[in-house]
């Protein structure tokens, strides 16, 4: 554990830093976009390893074999589907991503260090971003989520129970800039760049979960509390909805629903 990182959590567990009932958010940037059939939004195919282990009962599934510790969380998480990229274009995309006043940049190595640190953060900001990728799998797209997910997977159970036990309003959103193609493989064994994607999401008030609405708006007809008439949530409408209320006057690109 590096000293910032010791720090951080040092913070966080004396108490110190904005004052009961200020919400948080902890935006991890998935760069690179991944396969969000393949983790958020999960659907099974003949492509689909045996190893991936899907969690039964749980709509659309989940991916227990790529992520076994969040699969322990499962009642606490909310998988927001059906969400509409701006682009299929990275930097475009990413653009799209809300700025926060701190922002970390990790790779598998130092995932887990960069989500210990934002806990420890989030002591004394609003907002911490973290850029983590890459996740761009146009090609072996199973062996290269299998190291990805190890990381994310330890890194946000381990920030999950953490803030649990800090018992500050903290949201944590999980997401790329856009997804990629369902169904069959490419002829790599990979998925290309495709606009409808997933986030993970969690939130917590004073350690006590919430249960903060909508798990899909991907399904005609199933609009949820938003009472949206159409299948797909554009990406800004996302990044105004309750799930990043405080981050409202950053994002000024107008609503799309598509």
Same mark, same amino acid.
């Given at each position: ?10 913070? &966080? ?26 983790? /958020? ?16 009962? %749980? ?23 059906? !969400?509409?990229?701006?682009? $299929? ?21 130092? %995932?887990?260090?960069?989500? &210990?640190?934002?806990?420890? *953060? ?9 850029? /983590? ?7 072996? !797209? ?7 997910? &190890? ?22 959103? &999980?997401?790329?800039?856009?997804? $990629? ?18 986030? *993970? ?7 006590? !979960?919430? $249960?903060?609405? /909508?798990?899909?708006?991907? $399904? ?7 009472? !949206? +008439? +159409? ?6 409408? %996302?990044?105004?909805?309750?799930? *990043? ?14």
């Amino acid at each position: 554990m590096t000293r910032r990182v010791f720090l951080s959590q040092a913070a &966080a567990a004396c108490g110190v830093g904005f004052a009961a009932g200020t919400e948080h958010l902890i935006f991890v940037s998935m760069e690179g976009g991944p396969s969000h059939t393949d983790l /958020f939004d999960f659907q099974a195919g003949p492509w689909t390893p045996d190893w991936m282990d899907p969690v039964r009962g %749980f709509s659309p599934g989940f991916p227990r074999g790529l992520m076994p510790a969040l699969a322990g969380h499962l009642n606490e998480i909310r998988l927001v589907r059906g !969400l509409r990229a701006a682009s $299929r274009d990275h930097r475009v995309a990413l653009s799209a991503h809300p700025a926060c006043d701190v922002s970390l940049r990790a790779d598998r190595a130092s %995932f887990i260090d960069a989500c &210990a640190e934002a806990r420890g *953060l989030a002591a004394w900001h609003r907002s911490i971003r973290i850029d /983590f990728g890459s996740w761009d799998h146009h090609g072996n !797209l199973y062996e290269n989520l299998r190291p990805m997910c &190890a990381a994310f997977d330890r890194g946000i159970a381990r920030l999950i129970e953490g803030l649990k036990r800090d018992r500050r309003d903290v949201r944590v959103v &999980a997401m790329g800039e856009f997804g $990629r193609t369902p169904g069959p493989l490419n002829q790599n064994r990979g998925r290309d760049h495709h606009p409808v994607h997933a986030a *993970l999401t969690w939130s917590a008030e004073r350690g006590e !979960l919430r $249960r903060l609405g /909508f798990i899909s708006i991907s $399904r005609a007809g199933d609009g949820g509390p938003l009472s !949206l +008439k +159409k299948s797909r949530l554009a990406i800004q409408e %996302f990044y105004r909805s309750r799930w *990043l209320i405080h981050l409202d006057r950053r994002c000024h690109t107008p609503v799309r629903l598509e």
